[in-house]
């Protein structure tokens, strides 16, 4: 059971996409949670990566990258730095909003 504010709010997002996707979820099914407080100003920025299963990825690293089947980037303030997702034949760009909630 959750504990905090956050991990219901994380819970209440996974459900949300996992329901609104029609996805079987099975035991043992989660979300890896990471937080980023930035300060543009003095050139902190997030490097380029892959969404993977991080987990899987120590454990065996020449193993095949496990992917996320659904990725999300909530901003809880402004963003003056654009989130990029790459797909296979194009590219979104997001300069985040306060409160608001991208899923890829």
Known sequence: A????????????????TQRLNLKVQQGAGAEVWSQRLDVGAGDFIPWHRDKCEASHKSC???????????????LT????????FGENNALVVFGRKGQHLAF
């Open 2 to 17: 959750h504990t905090t504010a956050l991990e219901a709010f994380i819970l209440s997002v996974f459900r949300f996409h």
């Open 61 to 75: 690293p020449d193993a095949p990258l496990r992917h996320p089947t659904v990725s999300t980037v909530t901003y």
């Open 78 to 85: 402004d963003s003056s730095v654009p989130t990029v997702v």
